[in-house]
Every structure is written in structure tokens, then in C-alpha cells.
């Protein structure tokens, strides 16, 4: 009979002794804090009977799109062209591949900082010819404040845990043996974050006013922080 082989890809838990009991607890902690950036998706597109008169108008629409957004300055942190496309609709009847129309299409991206500027813009946007805005997508920058506060809260939960299972038990700890993010040890499956919640969308043609900006009420962000922490204690009297 063989001997079971242990799994290589799982790390040794490291087990106390009478002279060092080991205690290992969980921290966690959860944040809602306000957005710090929202990015909008603006797809403009044209429409004609020839290659050259699609191609014509959407170089002049999409320069209008451009224009219009950086016009907000700062309030812009960044702006990205995406997708173009240019393409030719064919007949649905007779012969041979006769072309019956061009459609051409320009996505943007655009991510503000200036929450009140940005009701303004997706309205104007909006009520632009043959444009369409998605979005706003709510969201926090990767270096933000808010992420480490939730780390600094999950490793404070962690060290009262432990000092109240010690204290349970009549004694104190003595030393941190190891704190680790979730998964720290592995590699964790990839799992896309969910885009934020859609919040306006638009189609269509100028309007002879510019429209009242819309009221966009920023989406509470949800921060979220886990580690495991291991301590040893002084040995309890039992």
C-alpha cells in the first residue's frame, strides 16, 4: 500500500507546541466610501449612401465629441478613443454584392473627477446628433486611500480576535508568527471586478436648447479587505 503523497501546491500549517500555542484568526473588514472617478462610453455614428460621405461625417462628429469633452478641462482625467468601424450594408435583393449604404461607428472613453461637471457633459453629449452615451461607471483608483484603511481595519480585527480567544483562555499573546492576504499563498482564480451600475444612456438628434444636465447621485463604493493572521501566546494555565 502507498502512502498518500501530501499536495506540493498547499503550505504546511504550522502547528503550535505546549510552550508556544499557536492561535490563527481571520480580520476582515468592509468600507462604503464615495466614488472617486466615473468613466462614460460615447459611441457616435454616421451614416451614408457612399464610403466617403460616412467617412466625412463621422470625422466631423467625432471631432465634435473630442472637442466638447476636453472643452471641461480638468474635470477630464482621461480620455481614450476605442472601436472605429466603417461598414458597408449590402442589398437585400438582386444581384451581385451592390452596396446599399455605409455605417460608421467611433467609441470614446471618458473618465471624470468633477461629479457636477459630468451630469452636465452626458447631457450635452446626449443631445448631440446620432450619439450615444453609456454609462456612468462608478469606480475608485487603485492607489486609493480607501483601500488601505480597509487593510489597516482587517489586521486590527485580527489582532482583538486573537487577544480575546487568549484572554478567553487567561493568558496573553506573545508573537505574530504570520499575517497573509486571502489566497496570499496560491494562486486565486481570476474573477473579473463587476462594472458599475448604468445610470443614463441616449440616443439622439439635436434638440434646438441644450437640455437641463442631468442629476447623477454617485454610487457608494464597497471596499473589501481579508487576512489570516497566526499568533502564539504564552501558555495558559488549564
Given at each position: 500500500?502507498?502512502?498518500?503523497t501530501?499536495?506540493?501546491?498547499?503550505?504546511?500549517?504550522?502547528?503550535?507546541?505546549?510552550?508556544?500555542?499557536r492561535?490563527?484568526?481571520?480580520?476582515?473588514?468592509?468600507?462604503?466610501?464615495?466614488?472617486?472617478i466615473?468613466?462614460?462610453?460615447?459611441?457616435?455614428?454616421?451614416?451614408?449612401?457612399?464610403?466617403?460621405?460616412?467617412?466625412?461625417?463621422?470625422t466631423?462628429?467625432?471631432?465634435?465629441?473630442?472637442?466638447?469633452?476636453?472643452?471641461?478641462?480638468?474635470?477630464?482625467?482621461r480620455?481614450?478613443?476605442?472601436?472605429?468601424?466603417?461598414?458597408?450594408?449590402?442589398?437585400?435583393?438582386?444581384?451581385?454584392?451592390?452596396?446599399?449604404?455605409?455605417?460608421g461607428?467611433?467609441?470614446?472613453?471618458?473618465?471624470?473627477?468633477?461629479?457636477?461637471?459630468?451630469?452636465?457633459?452626458?447631457?450635452?453629449?446626449?443631445?448631440?446628433?446620432?450619439?450615444?452615451v453609456?454609462?456612468?461607471?462608478?469606480?475608485?483608483?487603485?492607489?486609493?486611500?480607501?483601500?488601505?484603511?480597509?487593510r489597516?481595519?482587517?489586521?486590527?480585527?485580527?489582532?482583538?480576535?486573537?487577544?480575546?480567544?487568549?484572554?478567553?483562555?487567561?493568558?496573553?499573546?506573545?508573537?505574530?508568527?504570520?499575517?497573509?492576504?486571502?489566497?496570499?499563498?496560491?494562486?486565486?482564480?481570476a474573477?473579473?471586478?463587476?462594472?458599475?451600475?448604468?445610470?443614463?444612456?441616449?440616443?439622439?438628434?439635436?434638440?434646438?436648447?441644450?437640455?437641463?444636465?442631468?442629476?447623477?447621485?454617485?454610487?457608494?463604493?464597497r471596499?473589501?479587505?481579508?487576512?489570516?493572521?497566526?499568533?502564539?501566546?504564552?501558555?495558559?494555565?488549564?
Open positions: 500500500m502507498t502512502a498518500a501530501p499536495d506540493a501546491s498547499q503550505p504546511a500549517v504550522p502547528y503550535g507546541t505546549p510552550e508556544a500555542p492561535i490563527a484568526v481571520r480580520g476582515e473588514a468592509r468600507l462604503e466610501v464615495d466614488p472617486e466615473a468613466r462614460i462610453g460615447i459611441t457616435v455614428a454616421a451614416r451614408g449612401r457612399d464610403r466617403r460621405s460616412a467617412l466625412d461625417d463621422l466631423r462628429r467625432n471631432a465634435g465629441i473630442l472637442d466638447l469633452v476636453k472643452s471641461y478641462g480638468d474635470a477630464v482625467e480620455l481614450e478613443t476605442g472601436a472605429f468601424s466603417i461598414t458597408p450594408e449590402l442589398t437585400k435583393h438582386g444581384r451581385g454584392e451592390r452596396v446599399r449604404t455605409y455605417h461607428s467611433v467609441r470614446v472613453t471618458a473618465e471624470l473627477t468633477d461629479f457636477t461637471a459630468l451630469g452636465e457633459l452626458t447631457t450635452r453629449l446626449a443631445d448631440l446628433e446620432l450619439t450615444r453609456d454609462g456612468p461607471w462608478w469606480a475608485l483608483r487603485p492607489d486609493s486611500p480607501a483601500h488601505r484603511e480597509a489597516k481595519k482587517a489586521v486590527h480585527e485580527a489582532v482583538q480576535r486573537a487577544r480575546e480567544y487568549a484572554e478567553a483562555l487567561g493568558t496573553s499573546l506573545s508573537a505574530l508568527v504570520e499575517l497573509a492576504d486571502i489566497g496570499a499563498e496560491s494562486t486565486p482564480p474573477h473579473p471586478q463587476a462594472p458599475g451600475r448604468m445610470r443614463s444612456a441616449a440616443f439622439a438628434g439635436a434638440a434646438e436648447d441644450t437640455p437641463a444636465p442631468l442629476d447623477l447621485e454617485p454610487q457608494r463604493q471596499v473589501h479587505a481579508q487576512i489570516n493572521a497566526r499568533f502564539t501566546m504564552v501558555p495558559p494555565q488549564l
